[in-house]
């Protein structure tokens, strides 16, 4: 494990500031924009970002092909620094949208550098650890963003400058390595009307994981502040949210390569609804009441894409799963577009802890649309049930999983994103 991660110093450290300044800013926002609007605003600056993430699968493929990988990640790094200064030169809710969509534009570009880098350079043998290195990287950063609003609880424009300063420092490693340049990109084509008659269920999870995860990450900081939450314990809350995520990953990959999947999801969506439910019906609570109930929610809500790339995987050739993974990360993206909104809309008519009521609706309404009898298996690959990657789907809404899984060619990730 040690010899993988000592192979790419560079872009762990990269990445881990990265997601430092991303969690760090998402967070801010919210607060920052709920001092004066309500969940609304703070759903369309999530939704925004989203958006970004899918225009920047096309446009950083094209960068990247064109430019080059390093030319591609210092471009957009400095477009990423230049909005978020942005953010503090201009506080009008207009302009703020349009900067969001840029930022989540350009972390999509430094995904895709990063994680085709690394999936092209990676050996067979080490290929699981060298990504397990850039998870615990990623979502180590995550944590750490929650966590410094523990230290400077204050939102000033300090804390811009901090995710600005993380940005502008994660050129550094990635501009001096001096690892071999990867190979250009190549586009795959994606078959949205296959997929959708070959594996349904699996998109609907899709969706649904989107839906959540994306109100999670725009509307839980203000679910924490309408409950009376202070700054430094919104932090702590959701840096615990996201850390209870990324543990359950390994004890659901466990379950996943023993026990049916779609089952699996349908239980995995139950528990989230009954799990959300005290969250749903407090009107105000501590920190120690709703830390565990929140990283049990977390936890199941997390568990509901990897199962889903899981299941979808077991029953399409491997010819096929490149596109594959851009067909679910574009629902995804979807997903996570249009959840923060509509959780938005009721928490401003009917209060903060609409949010969970939100989630557990979620839950329910997928629970009673996957059918585990409807599954055929009359498409199920040889080598099915595949091994289930352990990852936690975030804000980041990248091709990590098509990496991961050994089975998938070498060049997964880097030929994912297509017109």
Not at 17 to 23: E, T
Not at 215 to 241: H, N
Not at 248 to 258: A, E, F
């Amino acid at each position: 494990m040690f010899r993988a991660l000592k192979s790419f110093p560079a872009l762990y450290m990269a990445t881990l500031l990265m997601l430092l300044g991303s969690g760090l800013l998402s967070t801010y926002l919210a607060l920052r924009v709920a001092e004066v609007m309500d969940g609304v605003w703070v759903g369309a600056l999530m939704a925004a970002y989203y958006l970004g993430l899918v225009l920047g699968g096309k446009i950083g493929h094209h960068l990247i092909a064109r430019v080059g990988h390093i030319r591609t990640y210092a471009a957009s790094a400095g477009a990423v620094t230049a909005a978020v200064l942005g953010h503090g030169l201009i506080e009008w809710l207009p302009i703020w949208l349009v900067l969001r969509m840029l930022v989540g534009l350009g972390m999509m570009c430094l995904y895709m550098v990063v994680e085709s880098w690394l999936n092209e350079q990676a050996e067979d043998h080490q290929r699981g650890r060298v990504f397990a290195g850039y998870m615990t990287a990623s979502y180590g950063g995550l944590v750490l963003g929650q966590l410094v609003l523990v230290a400077y609880p204050s939102l000033g424009l300090e804390l811009l400058m901090l995710v600005a300063l993380c940005f502008a420092l994660c050129l550094t490693p990635v501009t001096l390595t001096d690892r071999i340049h990867p190979a250009p990109l190549h586009p795959a084509p994606m078959e949205p009307r296959f997929f959708m008659r070959r594996v349904p269920q699996s998109l609907v999870t899709v969706v649904m994981a989107g839906l959540v995860v994306g109100a999670f990450y725009g509307l839980a900081p203000l679910y924490a502040s309408r409950m009376g939450l202070g700054t430094a314990e919104v932090g702590l809350f959701m840096g615990s949210c996201i850390l209870a995520g990324l543990v359950g990953q390994w004890p659901l990959g466990w379950l996943s390569d023993r026990y049916d999947r779609p089952q699996l999801i349908r239980v995995c969506a139950l528990l989230l609804s009954l799990a959300s439910l005290p969250l749903a019906l407090l009107q105000e609570g501590s920190l120690w009441l709703l830390l565990p109930i929140g990283c049990l929610a977390s936890l199941l809500m997390f568990s509901l894409y990897p199962l889903a790339v899981a299941f979808s995987n077991d029953h399409v050739e491997a010819e096929r799963r490149v596109s594959l993974t851009a067909m679910l990360l574009m629902t995804f993206g979807v997903g996570a577009a249009i959840g923060p909104l509509l959780a938005g809309v009721l928490m401003r008519v009917l209060g903060a802890n609409l949010l969970y009521a939100f989630f557990s609706g979620c839950g329910l309404l997928l629970a009673l649309s996957v059918r585990p009898h409807r599954v055929t298996n009359l498409h199920q690959v040889e080598d099915a049930p595949l091994h289930h990657v352990p990852v936690l789907d975030s804000m980041a809404g990248s091709p990590l999983q098509a990496a991961l899984d050994p089975r998938v060619d070498e060049h997964v990730v880097q030929e994912q994103m297509q017109d």
